[in-house]
C-alpha cells in the first residue's frame, strides 16, 4: 500500500515539474511587424520570431538579415519579443522579455557600434510593450548618427519608464510608476502618454521625466494597452472593461462617463476621426463616439481578441479588420459594424489554423500578419482578394519556430 | 480533456480564489490559507475514512502477519486469505489513498491557478481572460493582484527569492509534512513494510521540500498550510498526535490489560504475537515509542526474540 502511494506521490510530483516545464512557464512573444519603405521606396519589413530573433525580409519574404543571425548557427535569444521593433531607417531598436534594449544597423542587423552598452539591461524587470522613438532637443549634439535627436522611450514590468537617446544609448530620464508596465509609450506634442498595470494613466513631459498632469488619471483597472492620442485626447481600455477619454493637456475625462464594455480591453483602441473602436477580450467590438463616448454601434465576434484593430481602405471604403486569437481576421464595415464577407482564416503550411496575438499591422491595402503556434509572417492583400499569403517561411524555414 | 479539465478544476479555484482576495482585504497569502483550510474541510469524510482505514489496517496487521506464515510460499492463496480477512474486518485496501488522490489535482489546479492569478507574462493574463466568470462583476477589477504575503513573493519561484527564504520554505515544506506523516505512521510487523514506511517517512518530505525551490512561493504556502490544518484535523479527530508525539496517545482501555502496541486492537495485540522476532514493540522501542506506554503494556511477555537479531 506504501509503494502505491510512493508511485503515486512520485507521479503526482512528475506532473507537477511537468506543468512547471511546459505550458506554465513558456513566454511565446508576439512581436507585430514594422514595415519601413525608404525613400527609394524600398520595402523592408521587421519582425520578431517566436524563438527570439529579430529578422529583416524584403517585400517578397526573403530574408536579409537576422539577429542573432541564424545563417551561421547563432542561437536565438531564447528571451521573445513581445513589442514590436522601432525603426529609424539607420537603426532598428527593439526590447526582450529580459528586460534588454538592443539598437542594430537597419541595413546589416549587427549591433551599433555607437552604443559602449549593447544590449543595454534596462532593469531587472521585462520590456513588453513596444520602444517608440521621439524627436527631442535634449538628445541633439550627443550624437553620431543620422538618428540626431530622438530620444528612445520604453516601459519595463518593474514599472519604471525610461527614455535613451538613440544616437547612443545615453539615459535622458527614467519615471516612475507603481505598476507594471506593459503597453507601448505613445508620444504626442512632446508629452509621453503611458498606462500602467496601477490602474492610472501617466502623461510625462518627454523633455524632463516630469509628469504633465497635476496628478495621473485613475482608471477602475489595470492598464496594459497603449493609448491613442489625437484631437487633444487620450483614448484608451483597462481592464475594468472600460473605455477612457481624456483630455491630453490636463488629464480631465472628456465624456460624462466612460463607456463600460461589460469585459477586458486589452487590445488598444484605434479612431477614424470620427469614432473610436475598441475590441474587448472576448470578441466584442464597439465603435464610440470620440467626442461623448455613446455607443454607435456593437457586433460581437465570439471569440477572443487580443491584437488590436486596424483601420484599412478596401473599394473606396474604410474598413476594420480585427483578428481573433484562433486565427481568423473578420472585416467590418465602419458605418454599422457589419462583417463585410467572411472571416479570412490564417492557417499555416499543413493548413492548421493558427494563434493570432501581436497587433496587426497595415500598409496601403496590405495587411501584415505575425502568427504563433507555429510562427509565420502573412500578408493579406485586400484589393486582391484578401487571401493570405505567406513571406515567411518558406523563404524562412531555417529559422524556428 | 483540457476542456474538462479547465471547466471543472482549474476556472473554479481561480474563481475562487479571486473571491476570497477580494474578501480577504486583497490578500493573496490569506486566499490560499483559508482556501486550504475549505480544500481540507471539503475532503473531512475522506480524511475520517482515511483514518479509520489506517486504524483498521493496524488492527489486523496481526492477523495479516499470520495469514503471511500460514502461507509462506503460496502468494495466491495468501493474497486471497488477506483480502477476504480485510473484506471482513471491513477494510479498504486503498481506502487511506481517497484524500491524496483528490489532494493530487488540487495541487496541479492551485499552481495553475497561481501561476494565472499573477501573471508575470502577457500569455499568463491572456489565460486568466479566459478563466474569469465574467458574472462575478468585480473580479475582472482584481487584476493584478497583490502578490506580497509576509515578505514572499507569491507568484515568484522559491529559489529565486533571497537566502532565508530559499532555504526556509523548502525546510517549512518538509517538516510540516513530515511531522503530519509521523503522526499517522503506522507501525508494521512486516520488516519489509516498515523499512518502506521509514523511507517514505523521509523520502516524501525530503522529496517535496526540494520540489519546492521549483515553484512558486504560493504552493509552497499551500502545501506547509495543508499540512499544518491536517495536522490539526487529524488530532481533532483522533484526539491523539499519533506518533508525533507518542506521550500524548490516549491508550484504549483494553490495551492496558492486553498490553498492545499502539493502535492495535486488545483482542489482537498479545494473542497474535509474531514468532518471528519483528516485534513491533521492539521498533517502537527503537523509535522511543514505547518509552510512556500505559503501565500495563509493561507486562507485556518479552522474550528478547527481537533483540537476539
Not at chain 1, 37 to 51: A, L, T
Request: charged share 20%.
Amino acid at each position: 500500500m506504501k509503494v502505491a502511494l510512493f508511485v503515486l506521490a512520485v507521479t503526482a510530483s512528475l506532473l507537477l515539474v511537468g506543468c512547471a516545464g511546459a505550458r506554465f512557464t513558456t513566454k511565446g512573444g508576439w512581436s507585430s511587424p514594422v514595415v519601413y519603405e525608404s525613400e527609394e521606396g524600398r520595402r523592408v519589413i521587421y519582425v520578431g520570431s517566436q524563438e527570439g530573433r529579430l529578422l529583416a525580409l524584403d517585400s517578397l519574404g526573403g530574408l536579409l538579415w537576422s539577429f542573432p543571425d541564424v545563417t551561421i548557427d547563432e542561437s536565438p535569444l531564447g528571451r521573445v519579443l513581445y513589442g514590436a521593433p522601432a525603426v529609424d531607417g539607420e537603426r532598428v531598436y527593439f526590447g526582450t522579455y529580459s528586460g534588454e534594449l538592443y539598437a542594430l544597423d537597419a541595413q546589416t542587423g549587427e549591433r551599433a557600434t555607437e552604443w559602449s552598452v549593447n544590449p543595454i539591461v534596462v532593469d531587472e524587470g521585462h520590456i513588453i510593450g513596444a520602444p517608440t522613438l521621439a524627436g527631442e532637443e535634449q538628445c541633439f549634439g550627443q550624437t553620431r548618427g543620422a538618428v540626431e535627436g530622438d530620444v528612445l522611450v520604453v516601459g519595463s514590468s518593474s514599472g519604471s519608464v525610461y527614455a535613451f537617446c538613440a544616437a547612443d544609448g545615453s539615459p535622458v530620464w527614467r519615471a516612475e510608476t507603481r505598476g507594471e508596465v506593459w503597453g507601448s509609450p505613445v508620444v504626442s506634442d512632446g508629452t509621453v502618454y503611458v498606462g500602467s498595470q496601477d490602474g492610472h494613466m501617466y502623461a510625462i513631459s518627454l523633455a524632463s521625466g516630469t509628469p504633465r498632469w497635476p496628478q495621473a488619471f485613475k482608471a477602475g483597472g489595470a492598464i496594459v494597452a497603449q493609448p491613442w492620442v489625437a484631437d487633444g485626447k487620450v483614448f484608451f481600455g483597462a481592464l475594468d472593461g472600460k473605455v477612457y477619454a481624456l483630455d491630453a493637456e490636463s488629464g480631465g475625462p472628456v465624456w460624462r462617463k466612460p463607456f463600460d464594455g461589460g469585459n477586458w480591453f486589452w487590445a488598444g483602441v484605434i479612431s477614424d476621426g470620427e469614432k473610436l473602436y475598441a475590441v474587448t477580450v472576448k470578441g466584442k467590438v464597439v465603435a464610440l463616439d470620440g467626442d461623448t463616448g455613446i455607443k454607435r454601434w456593437e457586433t460581437n465576434l465570439n471569440a477572443m481578441v487580443i491584437s488590436s484593430p486596424v483601420l484599412v481602405q478596401k473599394q473606396g471604403g474604410v474598413r476594420l479588420m480585427v483578428a481573433t486569437k484562433e486565427g481568423e481576421i473578420a472585416i467590418l464595415r465602419t458605418e454599422a459594424g457589419e462583417e463585410d464577407g467572411g472571416r479570412i482564416p490564417i492557417s499555416d503550411a499543413e493548413n492548421k489554423q493558427v494563434k493570432l496575438k501581436a497587433p496587426l499591422v497595415v500598409s496601403e491595402s496590405m495587411v501584415y500578419i505575425n502568427t504563433m503556434d507555429p510562427w509565420t509572417t502573412q500578408v493579406v492583400d485586400l484589393n486582391t482578394g484578401g487571401n493570405a499569403t505567406w513571406i515567411c517561411p518558406p523563404s524562412c524555414d531555417r529559422i524556428g519556430r | 480533456m483540457g476542456v474538462i479539465w479547465n471547466a471543472v478544476i482549474l476556472s473554479p479555484m481561480i474563481n475562487v480564489l479571486a473571491v476570497l482576495y477580494a474578501v480577504l482585504l486583497h490578500n493573496f497569502g490569506l486566499a490560499i490559507i483559508v482556501f486550504t483550510l475549505l480544500v481540507r474541510l471539503a475532503t473531512l469524510r475522506l480524511t475520517q475514512r482515511q483514518l479509520r482505514s489506517t486504524r483498521k489496517m493496524q488492527e489486523i496487521q496481526p492477523k495479516i502477519q499470520e495469514i503471511r506464515r500460514k502461507y509462506p510460499n503460496d502468494k495466491q492463496k495468501a493474497s486471497q486469505a488477506q483480502m477476504r480477512m480485510m473484506k471482513e474486518a471491513g477494510v479498504n485496501p486503498i481506502g487511506c489513498l481517497g484524500p491524496m488522490v483528490i489532494q493530487f489535482p488540487i495541487w496541479i489546479g492551485l499552481y495553475q491557478s497561481i501561476i494565472s492569478l499573477l501573471p508575470t507574462s502577457p500569455e499568463a493574463l491572456a489565460r486568466l481572460s479566459q478563466h474569469l466568470y465574467t458574472w462575478l462583476p468585480f473580479v475582472d477589477t482584481l487584476v493584478p493582484l497583490n502578490r506580497s504575503f509576509l515578505g514572499l513573493d507569491l507568484g515568484l519561484e522559491v529559489s529565486k527569492h533571497g537566502f532565508m527564504v530559499t532555504v526556509l520554505m523548502p525546510v517549512l515544506v518538509g517538516a510540516s509534512m513530515w511531522a503530519q506523516q509521523k503522526m499517522t505512521a503506522m507501525p508494521s510487523m512486516d520488516a519489509r513494510t516498515e523499512s518502506t514506511n521509514r523511507m517514505m517517512l523521509w523520502m516524501m518530505p525530503f522529496m517535496f521540500g526540494f520540489f519546492t525551490l521549483q515553484f512558486p512561493a504560493g504552493l509552497a504556502l499551500y502545501w506547509v498550510a495543508s499540512a499544518a490544518i491536517g495536522i490539526v484535523i487529524q488530532y481533532r479527530i483522533t484526539g491523539s498526535w499519533g506518533n508525533l508525539f507518542p506521550s500524548s496517545r490516549k491508550a484504549p482501555p483494553e490495551a492496558a490489560t492486553q498490553g498492545v502496541g499502539q493502535g492495535k486492537p486488545a483482542d489482537e495485540g498479545s494473542k497474535e504475537e509474531p514468532e518471528d522476532g519483528q516485534s513491533g514493540d521492539d521498533r517502537q522501542n527503537r523509535r522511543g515509542g514505547g518509552r510512556n506506554r500505559p503501565a500495563g503494556a509493561r507486562r507485556r511477555p518479552r522474550g528478547g526474540r527481537g533483540r537476539g537479531r
